[in-house]
Every structure is written in structure tokens, then in C-alpha cells.
């Protein structure tokens, strides 16, 4: 049974749902309770919808709510009076009162992007991303960018396009960079939820542009197993079985931040385990790394700085070979205080690639902590905390090919040091089960022991990408960073 009910009319809606209930428990069939409606406030906390839709919620914002319609008919009716309404709304106001007093202390940072550029200092995520496509515009070559939301950034950070609050009119500024620039030289394009089809398009696109950089990006990074096949059967293995490349770049946002299982990974894991990247055979390596890549069957990379984010973006068009790129993204991360580079940062072409170590003294290294993503802010800043002068953090950019020869010089720096792998995701999924074997061979051939020398600290293994419970969320978080390090030797990883 189909049951239609307005979403305006409260007592229908629990009328319908109640009949729904009794149905189902009689007749033991099932039972459809479609509530027809419309969304107020955008799709969560952070989102604003007027940014992209300013007609449409003109209009719903001049309709009155399913609470002042509601109070309306009780008051016509003769069911309650305006003195019973106004008990009830100072009752909640007074709780929702009681809060807001005690947020006054916190002073939001008004952001500006003007004094990025005017300062060089401070770049962030989305002006390297702008920066990454206008450059690349500069240089003659085309940009397309598709998936869900992509033209305002799913976490309301990218606005590629503006929308006139009055006439509804767009405005593209990256089409305006260039004086008589071709509006086809930069394409955004919001897609539909068919991640398979869109995904598919952008592949046969790239590979028959392959001077455009095509990306496609996923709304949530988990969203990408609608898209499976085209990963299995096409990126992964295309120029393997047909020698046809593709310079194709998606993007996965992936960060652990408390928001469940179904908006928490991109599973790397899945993605690594079918490089074709040997563990146990340290390849010839070129000082750019261009002949690994070259060899690799595609690149995935864990990147946490807007600097290194525009290098592996324009790296895409400048090779003269294609290669597949995966990148994890960052979502809550996007605007962290630390994930900034200076502008100087963008013209080391070569030093992006590199690794990262941070640690405040050259010897006397006790404990050498490798990482990959947002977790090395964590642990920075619980070294910092907790002041971890032994401590040396190294966080891996280049997933796949593994950057060997840049791993074996950290090992050579910190000689004596024990290494730690530290993730945020489950022991199962994640880089670690890629790693492990990669660093053992590395140990070995530096004499410095084997994989069972590599210590793990993350969560334990587990079905589920993520826990629904928040609490839990925060414990899974701050254990593996408060137990990567500690001082003595770890022999328990959860």
C-alpha cells in the first residue's frame, strides 16, 4: 500500500503514519507513507541552499512553516489560545536561550581571500584548487570538473560559480580570467546521482582529450562504490588491457570526523590492493619519481596541503604520459587552521613530492612515526602538547608507487629510531596493510629488521568504515595518537 500525506498538514502526516503502523502489523505487507514536502534549511547544519537556488527558496522562505500553520488552525479552531502558545515557546526559548548565552565567548575569524594573495601567506584548499585550474587556463588547457555539487563544493568551500540572489543569473569567474576567453576552456558541471554514468563519461572523455584535465569528483568519498565497475574494469586496468592511457583525476573526500559509516572513508584499501606496485622489489629510481609512476598502473595520494594539492593537479597535463590519480581529500580539514601554504610553496615544483618529518631535534630520535593524511595534524599537534622532542612525524604524501627511496631516507635519518605506522582508519582498511610489507622491505634492505619491526597504531579491525556513535568516534581518534606517543615500546596497537 502507497499512502500520499502533506507535509504542511501535521495531523495527516501522523494520521497517515499510524495507518501505515496498523497495516503493516495486520497484514503483514508493506507499507509506503510518502510525506510530500520540501526542504527548508538546506541539507545540513553547514549547507546554505539560497547560494545556488535563490528563487526557489525565495518562495519557500515567504511560506509559513508546518509550525505556524499548524499553530493557526489549533488557534481557528478554538483548541488552544495565544497565551498557551507563548508558555510553550518560552520554555524552549529559554533552554535554546541558555545555550546561546554561553557560545557569546566564541568570535568567529572573518575570513578574507584577498590577503591570502596581498600577503602570500595562508593559502587555503579552495584558492589552490582556483589557482591549480586558472594557471593550467593560462597555459592554453582545457579544465573539466564534474560530480554532485560541484559547483559550490559539498562542504560550501569551492563556488566556481555564483548565483545573482535576485535574478538567479550565474557567473562563472574562472571563465573571465582571460580577455575573449572561450567559455569550453573551464566546464563545471553539477552531476546527477548516477556516480557510474558520470564517472564513465569522464573516463571516455580524458581519453579521448587527453590535453584536458578531467576530474571528477565524488559528493562523499563512499559514494564512489556506485561507481565499482568503472574502477575494476576500466582506470585500474584499462591501459593494461587496451594501452589506452587516461590522465582521469578523482577525487574521494576522506577523513574520519564523526559522521558514520556511510560518509567517513573512500577505502583507500580497496584502491591499493589493486596497484600493481611490487612489495617486495625496490624498483629503479628516477630523482622525479617519473619512470615509477610511468611503470604503475596509477597514482593515489593522501595530500594535506593545499600546496601539494596544485602540484599533483598541474603535474597531471605537464607529464608527457597519462596516468590515473586518486586523491583523498579533506573535508572539516579543508578550512583547519594549519592545512595553509605560502604562496612560495607553489613554485617548488620538485619539493612536493617530497616527505615531510617534523621533529625538533636531528638526533637522540626515539620513535619515528610515519602517517598519511589528516592524523599527522593530530599528531603534530599532540607532540607539540605533550612535548615529544624524541618524536619525529613523517607523514607520506605518494601512496602508490611507493616512494621508496625517500622512505629509506628517513629510516637512514633516524637510524635507531623504532617506526610506527599510525592511521586513523580500522587495521583492515586503510594504508596500512599496504604499507606494512613495503616498509619490511626497505627495513630489510637497510638492515634495520622486518615488517614485524613496523609497529601498528589505529583502530582494531572492523566491518564497518566508521562507528555511528560520536563518543566513540572521539575515543577511536584520540587513543592511537595519545598511544603512537607514548615513551615506552608498543606491543599492544588498540
Given at each position: 500500500m502507497?499512502?500520499?500525506?502533506?507535509?504542511?498538514?501535521?495531523?495527516?502526516?501522523?494520521?497517515?503514519?499510524?495507518?501505515?503502523?496498523?497495516?503493516?502489523?495486520?497484514?503483514?505487507?508493506?507499507?509506503?507513507?510518502?510525506?510530500?514536502?520540501y526542504?527548508?534549511?538546506?541539507?545540513?547544519e553547514?549547507?546554505e541552499?539560497s547560494?545556488?537556488?535563490?528563487?526557489?527558496?525565495?518562495?519557500?522562505?515567504?511560506?509559513?512553516?508546518?509550525?505556524?500553520?499548524?499553530?493557526?488552525?489549533?488557534?481557528?479552531?478554538?483548541?488552544?489560545?495565544?497565551?498557551?502558545?507563548?508558555?510553550?515557546?518560552?520554555?524552549?526559548?529559554?533552554?535554546?536561550?541558555?545555550?546561546?548565552?554561553?557560545?557569546?565567548?566564541?568570535?568567529?575569524?572573518?575570513?578574507?581571500w584577498?590577503?591570502?594573495?596581498?600577503?602570500?601567506?595562508?593559502?587555503?584548499?579552495?584558492?589552490?584548487?582556483?589557482?591549480?585550474?586558472?594557471?593550467?587556463?593560462?597555459?592554453?588547457?582545457?579544465?573539466?570538473?564534474?560530480?554532485?555539487?560541484?559547483?559550490?563544493?559539498?562542504?560550501s568551500?569551492?563556488?566556481?560559480?555564483?548565483?545573482?540572489?535576485?535574478?538567479?543569473?550565474?557567473?562563472?569567474?574562472?571563465?573571465?580570467?582571460?580577455?575573449?576567453?572561450?567559455?569550453?576552456?573551464?566546464t563545471?558541471?553539477?552531476?546527477?546521482?548516477?556516480?557510474?554514468?558520470?564517472?564513465?563519461?569522464?573516463?571516455?572523455?580524458?581519453?579521448?582529450?587527453?590535453?584536458?584535465?578531467?576530474?571528477?569528483?565524488?559528493?562523499?568519498?563512499?559514494?564512489?562504490?556506485?561507481a565499482?565497475?568503472?574502477?575494476?574494469?576500466f582506470?585500474?586496468?584499462?591501459?593494461?588491457?587496451?594501452?589506452?592511457?587516461?590522465?582521469?583525476?578523482?577525487?574521494?573526500?576522506?577523513?574520519?570526523?564523526?559522521?558514520?559509516?556511510?560518509?567517513?572513508?573512500?577505502?583507500?584499501?580497496?584502491?591499493?590492493?589493486?596497484?600493481?606496485?611490487?612489495?617486495?622489489?625496490?624498483p629503479?629510481?628516477?630523482?622525479?619519481?617519473?619512470?615509477?609512476i610511468?611503470?604503475?598502473?596509477?597514482q593515489?595520494?593522501?595530500?594535506?596541503?593545499?600546496?601539494?594539492?596544485?602540484?599533483?593537479?598541474?603535474?597531471?597535463?605537464?607529464?608527457?604520459?597519462?596516468?590515473?590519480?586518486?586523491?583523498?581529500?579533506?573535508?572539516?580539514?579543508?578550512?583547519?587552521?594549519?592545512?595553509?601554504?605560502?604562496?612560495?610553496?607553489?613554485?617548488?615544483?620538485?619539493?612536493?613530492?617530497d616527505?615531510?618529518?617534523?621533529?625538533?631535534?636531528?638526533?637522540?630520535?626515539r620513535?619515528?612515526?610515519?602517517?598519511?593524511?589528516?592524523?599527522?595534524?593530530?599528531?603534530?599537534?599532540?607532540?607539540?602538547?605533550?612535548?615529544?622532542?624524541?618524536?619525529?612525524?613523517?607523514?607520506?604524501?605518494?601512496?602508490?608507487?611507493?616512494?621508496?627511496?625517500?622512505?629509506q631516507?628517513?629510516l637512514?635519518?633516524?637510524?635507531?629510531?623504532?617506526?610506527?605506522?599510525?592511521?586513523?582508519?580500522p587495521?583492515?582498511?586503510?594504508?596500512?596493510?599496504?604499507?606494512?610489507?613495503?616498509?619490511?622491505?626497505?627495513?630489510?634492505?637497510?638492515?634495520?629488521?622486518t615488517?614485524?619491526?613496523?609497529?601498528?597504531?589505529?583502530?582494531?579491525?572492523?566491518?564497518?568504515?566508521?562507528?555511528?556513535?560520536?563518543q566513540?568516534?572521539?575515543?577511536g581518534?584520540?587513543?592511537?595518537?595519545?598511544?603512537?606517543?607514548?615513551?615506552?615500546?608498543?606491543?599492544?596497537?588498540?
Amino acid at each position: 500500500m502507497l499512502l500520499f500525506s502533506n507535509g504542511d498538514d501535521l495531523e495527516a502526516v501522523v494520521h497517515a503514519c499510524e495507518l501505515a503502523a496498523e497495516w503493516r502489523q495486520i497484514f503483514h505487507s508493506d507499507v509506503v507513507v510518502d510525506i510530500v514536502c520540501y526542504r527548508r534549511f538546506g541539507h545540513n547544519e553547514i549547507d546554505e541552499p539560497s547560494f545556488t537556488q535563490p528563487k526557489m527558496y525565495q518562495i519557500i522562505l515567504s511560506h509559513p512553516s508546518a509550525l505556524e500553520i499548524y499553530q493557526k488552525k489549533l488557534l481557528e479552531s478554538g483548541q488552544i489560545t495565544q497565551e498557551d502558545i507563548n508558555r510553550i515557546q518560552n520554555n524552549v526559548n529559554s533552554i535554546l536561550n541558555e545555550e546561546f548565552m554561553e557560545s557569546k565567548d566564541y568570535v568567529p575569524k572573518r575570513r578574507d581571500w584577498l590577503p591570502m594573495i596581498e600577503t602570500e601567506e595562508g593559502i587555503d584548499w579552495a584558492i589552490a584548487e582556483a589557482l591549480a585550474f586558472a594557471t593550467l587556463h593560462m597555459e592554453g588547457n582545457h579544465v573539466r570538473l564534474s560530480g554532485q555539487d560541484v559547483e559550490r563544493g559539498t562542504f560550501s568551500h569551492r563556488h566556481f560559480v555564483l548565483h545573482n540572489q535576485e535574478t538567479g543569473e550565474k557567473y562563472c569567474p574562472l571563465d573571465n580570467i582571460l580577455l575573449n576567453q572561450n567559455e569550453e576552456m573551464f566546464t563545471v558541471n553539477n552531476g546527477s546521482l548516477s556516480e557510474f554514468g558520470v564517472l564513465g563519461f569522464e573516463l571516455g572523455y580524458s581519453m579521448e582529450n587527453p590535453n584536458s584535465l578531467v576530474i571528477w569528483e565524488a559528493q562523499f568519498s563512499d559514494f564512489a562504490n556506485g561507481a565499482q565497475v568503472i574502477f575494476d574494469q576500466f582506470l585500474s586496468s584499462g591501459e593494461s588491457k587496451w594501452l589506452r592511457q587516461t590522465g582521469l583525476v578523482v577525487l574521494l573526500p576522506h577523513e574520519y570526523d564523526g559522521q558514520g559509516p556511510e560518509h567517513s572513508s573512500a577505502q583507500m584499501e580497496y584502491f591499493l590492493q589493486m596497484s600493481n606496485d611490487n612489495p617486495f622489489v625496490i624498483p629503479e629510481m628516477a630523482p622525479t619519481l617519473r619512470k615509477q609512476i610511468q611503470e604503475c598502473n596509477w597514482q593515489i595520494v593522501n595530500v594535506i596541503t593545499p600546496a601539494n594539492y596544485f602540484h599533483v593537479l598541474r603535474c597531471q597535463i605537464h607529464r608527457d604520459f597519462r596516468k590515473p590519480l586518486i586523491v583523498m581529500a579533506p573535508k572539516n580539514f579543508l578550512r583547519h587552521k594549519d592545512c595553509k601554504s605560502n604562496l612560495s610553496e607553489f613554485d617548488d615544483v620538485e619539493g612536493h613530492q617530497d616527505q615531510s618529518c617534523h621533529s625538533d631535534l636531528e638526533e637522540g630520535i626515539r620513535h619515528l612515526v610515519l602517517c598519511s593524511g589528516k592524523i599527522y595534524y593530530k599528531l603534530d599537534e599532540a607532540r607539540k602538547k605533550f612535548n615529544g622532542t624524541d618524536v619525529a612525524i613523517c607523514r607520506v604524501k605518494q601512496l602508490c608507487p611507493f616512494p621508496y627511496d625517500l622512505i629509506q631516507r628517513e629510516l637512514k635519518r633516524y637510524s635507531n629510531a623504532e617506526v610506527t605506522w599510525c592511521q586513523e582508519e580500522p587495521m583492515n582498511m586503510g594504508a596500512y596493510s599496504y604499507i606494512a610489507p613495503r616498509l619490511g622491505t626497505v627495513m630489510k634492505t637497510l638492515v634495520r629488521g622486518t615488517v614485524e619491526d613496523v609497529k601498528y597504531v589505529g583502530r582494531a579491525p572492523s566491518a564497518a568504515t566508521a562507528t555511528s556513535f560520536y563518543q566513540v568516534h572521539v575515543k577511536g581518534q584520540t587513543e592511537p595518537v595519545e598511544k603512537a606517543l607514548q615513551l615506552e615500546t608498543i606491543n599492544n596497537p588498540f
